[in-house]
């Protein structure tokens, strides 16, 4: 019975989404497992690390998205949607590796609690020089990595989000990352 209110929840949930915004979800995942984080920036290659790296890239286009709002005052639309695509896929993937109806939800929940944190964490990194920090808080779970690989990490991320600011918003959509 638990797994039919789940399917109807999506149901509903689903025909709220904006499906246009899944190129651009797709194009963040594909960048956040690049092999480049994992080999050149010694982000762990695990479950929890692939986690963290997506989220990373995630907050910089959120963080895009959420310029956006400020300069052009338009609505939260695109990253509400964006990020329901990451709890869609989130959910999926923890139910694809054998967790139940139970536990998913508290896990997703945790999720999204990290991706909340580091969004902040990131912002504020950005904001006043202290993105390496904020790395090693999220991205390498308190444990740092050799310099040359942090370095690696943060100017990646750094190059992206300066990129993403001067992209247009019906590019990013499209799933055109720069």
């Given at each position: 019975m638990g797994g039919?209110?789940?399917n109807w929840?999506?149901?509903i949930r689903g025909a709220r989404r904006d499906e246009a915004i899944l190129p651009l979800y797709r194009a963040v995942v594909a960048r956040g497992r690049a092999p480049h984080w994992y080999l050149d920036g010694a982000v762990p290659d695990t479950l929890d690390g692939r986690f963290d790296m997506i989220a990373a890239v995630l907050a910089m286009v959120l963080l895009r998205l959420e310029?956006?709002?400020d300069e052009q005052a338009v609505t939260a639309g695109p990253s509400a949607a964006l990020t329901e695509h990451f709890v869609d896929d989130m959910d999926a993937q923890l139910r694809q590796i054998g967790f139940g109806d139970m536990?998913?939800?508290?896990q997703v929940g945790r999720m999204m609690a990290a991706l909340g944190g580091r969004l902040g964490a990131y912002r504020d990194g950005l904001a006043t020089g202290g993105l390496?920090?904020?790395?090693?808080?999220n991205l390498y779970r308190g444990d740092p990595p050799a310099p040359a690989a942090l370095a690696h990490a943060e100017h990646h991320l750094r190059a992206l989000r300066t990129a993403l600011s001067a992209t247009p918003l019906a590019s990013l959509i499209a799933g055109e990352l720069p």
């Open positions: 039919m209110r789940v929840w999506k149901r310029e956006r709002l536990v998913v939800g508290k390496a920090e904020a790395l090693v808080r």
